[in-house]
């Protein structure tokens, strides 16, 4: 409609944080206080507390690419 009451959610652009490590089989997200089902874009794994960027949704599942390694924050934070 064109007030957007029948929009649907899309989770798509936004970030996430890792809760359960994610592979491209699966794993747990967070966003916005909500548990997701994800796997990743790559055959890689994300571990937990990294930040994600979901880049597809598809069902109750999110693709996710990684968008920042908690750790090398930390480590730059040292050096301020």
Do not use: Q
Not at 27 to 43: H, I, S, T
């Amino acid at each position: 409609t064109k007030n957007g009451e029948d929009a649907e959610y899309s989770p798509v652009g936004k970030k996430a944080t890792v809760v359960e490590t994610v592979s491209s089989v699966g794993g747990k997200v967070r966003l916005d206080d909500v548990y997701w089902k994800a796997v990743c874009e790559e055959e890689t794994e994300i571990s937990v507390d990294n930040i994600v960027v979901v880049v597809a949704s598809e069902g109750t599942t999110l693709k996710v690419k990684l968008k920042l390694k908690k750790h090398l924050l930390h480590l730059s934070m040292h050096f301020v």
